[in-house]
């Protein structure tokens, strides 16, 4: 199974950036794609961006379009999340997840990681 870990969550102030990171500890080949996702309190979970292992083909959710970037980089295993124009609604425990295609399904998650955004 492939373990996966987040960092790079904090506390921004609105406008700030944050760039987060998801180590992988092996690459299958089940795992073509990576995605992140967030989880605010009392809401449902919301995806945010994937990203294809191979031929790098991006995806984003609504809510972010034009303000977060995910890359990845092959020789490290580790996906990116850049997270630029922060907003308070922005906040959430961010995951990342190893997915089948840029649309699941998702197999493995990481812990998590925690994005505050103050106003």
């Known amino acids: 199974q492939v373990q996966l870990v987040e960092s790079g969550g904090g506390l921004v102030q609105a406008g700030g950036s944050l760039k987060l990171s998801c180590s992988t500890s092996?690459?299958?080949?089940?795992?073509?794609?990576m995605g992140w996702f967030r989880q605010a309190p009392g809401e449902e979970r919301e995806f945010v961006a994937a990203?294809?292992?191979?031929?790098?083909?991006?995806r984003y959710g609504d809510s972010v379009k034009g303000r977060f970037t995910i890359s990845r980089d092959n020789a490290k295993n580790t996906v990116y999340l850049q997270m630029n124009s922060l907003k308070p609604e922005d906040t959430a425990v961010y995951y990342c997840?190893?997915?089948?295609?840029?649309?699941?399904?998702?197999?493995?998650w990481g812990q998590g990681t925690q994005v505050t955004v103050s106003s």
């Open positions: 092996r690459r299958t080949f089940t795992g073509r794609a």
């Open positions: 997840a190893s997915g089948t295609t840029d649309r699941g399904p998702w197999g493995s």
């Open positions: 990203v294809f292992w191979n031929i790098g083909t991006t």
